[in-house]
């Protein structure tokens, strides 16, 4: 059973961008190493851009310095 977990910002994606990534993902298990998407498991966690950090700061400070 294939298991895939995709980590994004939140926000604001939609129901249906999300949507499209669960299939998106499924079906690229199921053409490229011949996966049942039956048993195929896909999550999306979406974190807080205060709590995602780069180049040790977080994305909240790092957008606002684009300002």
Not at 1 to 9: A, G
Not at 17 to 30: M, N, P
């Amino acid at each position: 059973m294939p298991y895939v977990n995709i980590r994004i910002t939140r926000e604001g994606a939609t129901a249906e961008q999300k949507a499209a990534l669960i299939k998106g993902a499924t079906q690229l298990l199921v053409d490229v190493l011949g996966k049942n998407p039956a048993t195929t498991v896909v999550v999306i966690d979406e974190v807080d851009t205060d709590n995602w950090g780069i180049g040790g700061e977080s994305i909240t400070v790092r957008r606002k310095a684009k300002k």
